[in-house]
């Protein structure tokens, strides 16, 4: 799709917006490549760091760090809620024109926002990187990311890019569309790519962790590629739809075939070895009972997320907000 850019200036304010979670080890790190990266940056910034219910010295580092520099602010909610609702506070109490999402890890290098700052003031309101080497993981990593990456493009919607994770510039017109976005089950990359305006990539390297262990193992990324799943794509009911026809096939098949061999014994006489056929009965049981469960899995799913939606949560609860400059909202 081709879209009209208008140049624009660099933001009179850009908000950083950092998540963490049981990031004692890796704040010391951040705190001198932040601070060498911000007299760099050809604009004012504040940076929003959100305390994700750690249960470590995390939010004690991130409170004395917010009373040495006035552009720290931390946003600390009563438990962890998840790596999406964190950064989804970030960006309701964000007061700038463009804000950057990043991870605490130092593996997305916060330099790359000088490039991300070129292409907004090209006019662009999404800038994302894009991950050209992904070093310090294991091989195991970088195939299930890469095949996480290509699986949610098909499932979740055609324009979402490859090898690109939270790490972007966004900018005031685009934020305020996805804070009006308020499901409970997030993929912001997916809202990102939804929601539409001018979209294009940096690309970048990715560093090893600076220290400490990765907080998106295996298992959140399943359960991330299944919210995904579920809150943006109805292919997994047409999965079921799909299973059924299959496995309805593989029955009609399996009673043509007695019913051919029925004949062959009946009306045509002919000899057969007996077979009293409890292998063939236990498979299709087996095949037909598997396929309905998931089906009903599936679809028990869905159901959640509604039940889940009418209640009307809130989709996070703040415990406190420190910092000179921020004020907090209503949720």
Not at 31 to 58: C, M, Q, Y
Not at 135 to 148: H, L
Request: glycine share 6%.
């Amino acid at each position: 799709m081709k879209y009209f850019l208008e140049i624009r200036k660099n933001p009179n304010l850009l908000s950083i917006i950092i998540p963490c979670y049981n990031e004692e080890s890796v704040l010391p790190y951040l705190k001198d490549r932040l601070n060498l990266f911000l007299k760099t940056l050809p604009a004012k910034a504040e940076v929003i760091f959100v305390n994700d219910g750690s249960d470590d010295h995390t939010i004690f580092q991130l409170v004395e760090w917010s009373k040495e520099d006035p552009r720290i602010q931390v946003v600390s909610l009563s438990r962890n809620f998840g790596h999406q609702i964190a950064v989804t506070a970030g960006m309701d109490y964000a007061k700038g024109d463009a804000i950057v999402i990043m991870d605490a890890d130092l593996q997305d290098p916060p330099e790359v926002i000088l490039e991300m700052l070129a292409k907004y003031r090209d006019g662009y309101d999404v800038v994302y990187g894009q991950r050209l080497a992904r070093s310090g993981e294991s091989f195991f990593k970088k195939v299930t990311a890469w095949a996480f990456y290509r699986i949610m493009k098909v499932l979740v919607h055609k324009d979402l890019p490859l090898d690109s994770g939270d790490f972007r510039l966004i900018s005031r017109r685009c934020l305020d569309a996805l804070n009006g976005l308020r499901e409970n089950h997030r993929f912001l990359r997916g809202m990102n790519a939804w929601i539409g305006f001018p979209q294009t990539p940096v690309f970048y390297n990715r560093d090893p962790r600076v220290a400490g262990e990765t907080k998106y193992p295996l298992r959140k990324m399943l359960k991330l590629a299944m919210n995904a799943a579920v809150s943006f794509s109805p292919l997994p009911l047409r999965f079921s739809l799909g299973l059924g026809i299959i496995v309805a096939i593989i029955g009609f098949a399996v009673g043509a075939y007695a019913l051919f061999r029925a004949f062959q014994h009946f009306i045509l006489q002919m000899p057969i070895v007996y077979n009293p056929g409890w292998a063939t009965i236990v498979t299709l049981i087996c095949l037909i009972g598997g396929s309905i469960l998931i089906s009903i899995g599936i679809l028990g799913e869905y159901i959640a997320r509604i039940f889940e939606e009418s209640k009307g949560r809130p989709l996070y609860v703040v415990e406190f907000v420190k910092g000179k400059t921020i004020k907090s909202k209503k949720k």
